[in-house]
């Protein structure tokens, strides 16, 4: 699965993590800095991005290009009123979140075509098939937690499940099968301690064929998740990040690119209820500020 280096991909497994604030927002400073942004919801069958910018209707969503009604995607952008910034309302049809295969390449490819600097993916909590694709084929992936810990945890098992999934396609393109009842093998790590790790896994895998396995772990290198812990309240906090980080290092063998935080900021709050994004409304808040420094990073 090639990677599509103008998509940035937001992903948030546990629903209320502030995912689709912080994907509005960073739209905005992206777009700020000179970027030419498209935010698209991807959050299929429960959009609600374009209520982030106070955008109530439009005559076109992505169920219109989805189920062939328009055939140029650029024909659904809906302008923001802000420079150099659109956005792509997501759809509400049922049973749209489970978009076949096909018809989720083909949207990647338009997306990557429309022409703007970033395409910002605003992808469902969860991780259903659909959200861990467009996590894998985007350049940058920003995983958004919270510091509670059931919400670290599934950010964690988000990262296990693209990293299975990932290994899936890579070995069935090799037509490797012996490697694949493998990797089966080692989702049930209960009855098959040995391969509770990536790095068990692959000294197994070796032994089947070491020149795919040795390719495969060279792909997993390229899966750098990049974290935001939002909300951050403490300094205590801030340090939970950390934590997904060793797990990944520990036993996926995936290191992050980045671990940032934002605050917690009643901006968001009374943004959101004026349905507003913050970055308009109180520019100088933490909460901007901690996304400017996120887009910062992210051209760097």
């Given at each position: 699965?090639?990677?599509?280096?103008?998509?940035?991909?937001?992903?948030?497994?546990?629903?209320?993590?502030?995912?689709?604030?912080?994907?509005?927002?960073?739209?905005?400073?992206?777009?700020?800095?000179?970027?030419?942004?498209?935010?698209?919801?991807?959050?299929?069958?429960?959009?609600?991005?374009?209520?982030?910018?106070?955008?109530?209707?439009?005559?076109?969503?992505?169920?219109?290009?989805?189920?062939?009604?328009?055939?140029?995607?650029?024909?659904?952008?809906?302008?923001?009123?802000?420079?150099?910034?659109?956005?792509i309302r997501g759809?509400?049809?049922?049973?749209?979140?489970?978009?076949?295969?096909?018809?989720?390449?083909?949207?990647?490819?338009?997306?990557?075509?429309?022409?703007?600097?970033?395409?910002?993916?605003?992808?469902?909590?969860?991780?259903?098939?659909?959200?861990?694709?467009?996590?894998i084929i985007a350049?940058?992936?920003?995983?958004?937690?919270?510091?509670?810990?059931?919400?670290?945890?599934?950010?964690?098992?988000?990262?296990?499940?693209?990293?299975?999934?990932?290994?899936?396609?890579?070995?069935?393109?090799?037509?490797?099968?012996?490697?694949?009842?493998?990797?089966?093998?080692?989702?049930?790590?209960?009855?098959?301690?040995?391969?509770?790790?990536?790095?068990?896994?692959?000294?197994?895998?070796?032994?089947?064929?070491?020149?795919?396995?040795?390719?495969?772990?060279?792909?997993?290198?390229?899966?750098?998740?990049?974290?935001?812990?939002?909300?951050?309240?403490?300094?205590?906090?801030?340090?939970?990040?950390?934590?997904?980080?060793?797990?990944?290092?520990?036993?996926?063998?995936?290191?992050?690119?980045?671990?940032m935080s934002i605050?917690?900021?009643?901006?968001?709050?009374?943004?959101?209820?004026?349905?507003?994004?913050?970055?308009?409304?109180?520019?100088?808040?933490?909460?901007?500020?901690?996304?400017?420094?996120?887009?910062?990073?992210?051209?760097?």
């Amino acid at each position: 699965m090639e990677k599509h280096k103008n998509l940035i991909a937001i992903i948030g497994p546990k629903g209320g993590v502030g995912k689709t604030s912080i994907s509005a927002n960073l739209a905005i400073a992206l777009s700020r800095m000179g970027k030419k942004v498209v935010a698209v919801d991807l959050d299929l069958g429960a959009s609600n991005l374009h209520a982030v910018f106070g955008i109530r209707d439009s005559k076109y969503s992505l169920d219109d290009f989805v189920q062939n009604r328009v055939k140029k995607l650029g024909d659904i952008i809906v302008d923001t009123c802000l420079k150099n910034l659109g956005i792509i309302r997501g759809g509400d049809v049922p049973g749209i979140a489970n978009m076949q295969y096909k018809k989720k390449m083909k949207l990647v490819r338009h997306l990557s075509g429309l022409g703007f600097d970033l395409v910002i993916l605003d992808l469902a909590p969860g991780v259903s098939h659909n959200v861990v694709d467009f996590a894998i084929i985007a350049k940058k992936t920003l995983l958004v937690t919270t510091p509670e810990v059931p919400s670290l945890l599934n950010a964690y098992s988000f990262i296990k499940v693209a990293v299975f999934r990932r290994l899936t396609f890579f070995f069935k393109y090799k037509k490797c099968p012996d490697i694949l009842d493998l990797l089966e093998r080692a989702k049930d790590f209960e009855n098959y301690p040995h391969l509770k790790t990536m790095g068990g896994f692959f000294r197994e895998a070796r032994e089947i064929n070491s020149e795919v396995a040795d390719s495969a772990k060279k792909i997993l290198s390229g899966i750098t998740p990049f974290l935001v812990v939002n909300r951050i309240r403490t300094g205590n906090d801030a340090n939970t990040g950390e934590v997904i980080q060793g797990l990944m290092q520990n036993y996926l063998g995936i290191k992050s690119s980045e671990l940032m935080s934002i605050r917690e900021d009643i901006a968001v709050e009374k943004a959101i209820a004026r349905m507003k994004p913050v970055m308009t409304e109180a520019p100088n808040s933490p909460f901007s500020r901690d996304i400017e420094q996120i887009a910062l990073k992210l051209c760097e």
